[in-house]
């Protein structure tokens, strides 16, 4: 019996790597937990909810909406793939009369064949189209299972140009960098495949009587996130903008841009948000996980304005993320680090600014939110 939920207070506790089906994977070594925590994953594996479980799987799927599906994979670091992206992302599919729509492919092939399989308990028609909601490789490193079936491959222009870059990083990395040949042996079979359709900051598709619209939600060049938006089931896959119970990857977005399309979106006649990590959550926990992100920035802020140094940041602000028992805790450093080094690039802009040129004041969230809070506006057909 394996098992995959990695509690806090356990995870470096008896981690060992295990094979699942074709593929490794870090688990829990049962022999070094104690009786408390054996017991409660023995009432687990009963539950009717691990059905994944108990065949072998380290995922689950829930039906959202009628014929609209989320995968729901569990906090297990694969030891295939890219390193960097060793979590894999949460991913969707909408079943259709004419075809099926996919909304992101995980962190590699493996899991992306295991979202096919699921989608075959529902349906034997073709994947018509796949929707890259942004360049993570957590989100994207399941592309070729699709491509293979001739699915057609949607992204924005600028995730699409984030993919490219990502495929040349990651040559570089296996031709240069990757001394001891682990890389090599991680990425065997594993081909990062680009979106072939692109869209500028939005799009409408229509499959099977079902509306899909594509939109850019971070486009002044902060971030290359889009949503996909279904106004009839009233469901919006966030991806890498909206984590469930996880720390986020700050990467490039600017974190008060990204707050503000989070109100944005609070906003929208939208009954289910599904996230990049965890599982599909309401308006309750998307606008617990802005208010993190609020919180955040403001601690940060706070010290980056009494002229700490990211260290001396670090190091107060640790102890306060505890109050989280968020999964990917790992990611909470890195995340300090870069809404450290935006303030200092916002400060460093100003100052070069000319004297007698006075900056543009900022909008503030609320303003913006409240012009926005209606439902998306009607896209463009391409
Ligand atoms: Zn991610």
Redesign the pocket.
């Known amino acids: 019996m394996w098992t995959s939920e990695k509690s806090q207070g356990v995870e470096s506790q008896g981690v060992e790597s295990r094979r699942v089906g074709s593929r490794r994977v870090r688990l829990l070594d049962f022999s070094t937990l104690d009786v408390s925590t054996l017991l409660l994953l023995a009432a687990f594996c009963l539950l009717p909810s691990a059905r994944g479980l108990a065949a072998g799987w380290l995922y689950k799927v829930q039906e959202v909406q009628p014929n609209v599906f989320v995968w729901v994979a569990d906090d297990v670091l694969d030891l295939d793939g890219d390193p960097q992206?060793d979590?894999a992302?949460t991913a969707g599919f909408i079943v259709t009369p004419e075809g099926v729509t996919v909304v992101n492919t995980t962190n590699s092939p493996f899991h992306g064949r295991e979202v096919l399989y699921e989608i075959r308990h529902h349906s034997e028609l073709p994947v018509r189209y796949v929707i890259d909601t942004d360049s993570?490789g957590?989100?994207i490193l399941g592309n070729e299972v699709f491509t293979e079936l001739q699915a057609t491959l949607i992204s924005s222009a600028k995730t699409q140009a984030e993919i490219l870059n990502y495929r040349k990083l990651l040559a570089r990395r296996l031709a240069v960098e990757d001394t001891d040949g682990k890389l090599q042996a991680r990425m065997r079979g594993i081909h990062v495949t680009v979106p072939t359709q692109t869209f500028g900051s939005e799009m409408s598709l229509r499959l099977g009587g079902q509306e899909i619209k594509l939109r850019c939600l971070l486009n002044n060049g902060s971030g290359d996130d889009a949503v996909v938006y279904l106004p009839a089931a009233k469901v919006l896959f966030l991806g890498?903008l909206f984590?469930n119970q996880?720390f986020?990857?700050i990467d490039s977005r600017m974190v008060h841009d990204w707050i503000d399309a989070l109100r944005q979106v609070e906003g929208w006649d939208v009954q289910v948000y599904v996230p990049?990590?965890g599982e599909p959550g309401g308006k309750k926990e998307l606008a617990e996980f802005r208010q993190f992100l609020e919180w955040f920035e403001k601690e940060i802020e706070t010290r980056f304005q009494e002229g700490k140094s990211l260290n001396e940041a670090k190091r107060e602000i640790g102890p306060l993320l505890e109050k989280y028992r968020w999964h990917a805790p790992e990611l909470a450093s890195e995340a300090m680090e870069a809404v450290y080094k935006q303030m200092a690039k916002t400060v460093s802009s100003r100052d070069a600014a000319p004297p007698t040129v006075q900056a543009p004041l900022p909008v503030h969230p609320s303003v913006q939110s409240k012009q926005s809070v209606s439902a998306i506006p009607s896209g463009h057909i391409q």
């Open positions: 992206f979590r992302g993570s957590e989100q890498e984590e996880y986020p990857r990049g990590h």
